[in-house]
């Protein structure tokens, strides 16, 4: 069994949240074109990326995750239903909270909270400044 292989299981699973939201065989087209990228020669003789497209949402998705086309069909149609999930559900995926929480991370602090940061460091160094001087206790 190869490493590029998805697991039966897995395959299951993603077939019952097909069925849960909906989505039909016959309602999606795939497509298999040359992926873009690194990769050099390889990449441009073979058609592994994967493009699904749902025609009653319009949602189109592509996959050029691996070099295995059967794992970038099986990941095109998880993103495929997450998508359509969100869509249907309002639910906030997890990708999307992942970014957010990135985005408020790398956001700038404001003025007050850098000058609270600054006046915390002050005070700690001014407290390592008046601890004493370790004495050597042997001799």
Same mark, same amino acid.
């Given at each position: 069994m190869s490493e590029n292989m998805v697991n039966t299981a897995k395959i299951k699973a993603l077939r019952e949240r097909m069925?849960?939201?909906?989505?039909?065989e016959n309602d999606?087209? +795939?497509?298999?074109i040359r992926g873009s990228g690194h990769g050099g020669q390889k990449i441009n003789k073979t058609s592994s990326?994967?493009?699904i497209l749902h025609l009653p949402t319009g949602i189109l998705v592509k996959c050029q995750q691996t070099r295995s086309r059967e794992l970038n069909r099986f990941l095109a149609r998880r993103e495929l239903c997450e998508k359509i999930g969100e869509k249907i559900h309002g639910e906030e995926s997890a990708r999307r909270? +992942?970014?957010e929480k990135i985005r408020r991370r790398k956001r700038r602090r404001s003025r007050r909270a850098r000058a609270a940061m600054l006046e915390e460091k002050y005070r700690r160094a001014l407290k390592k400044q008046r601890r004493k001087p370790v004495g050597t206790a042997y001799e």
């Open positions: 069925v849960r939201l909906g989505v039909k999606l087209r +795939e497509d298999f990326c994967v493009q909270q +992942e970014f």
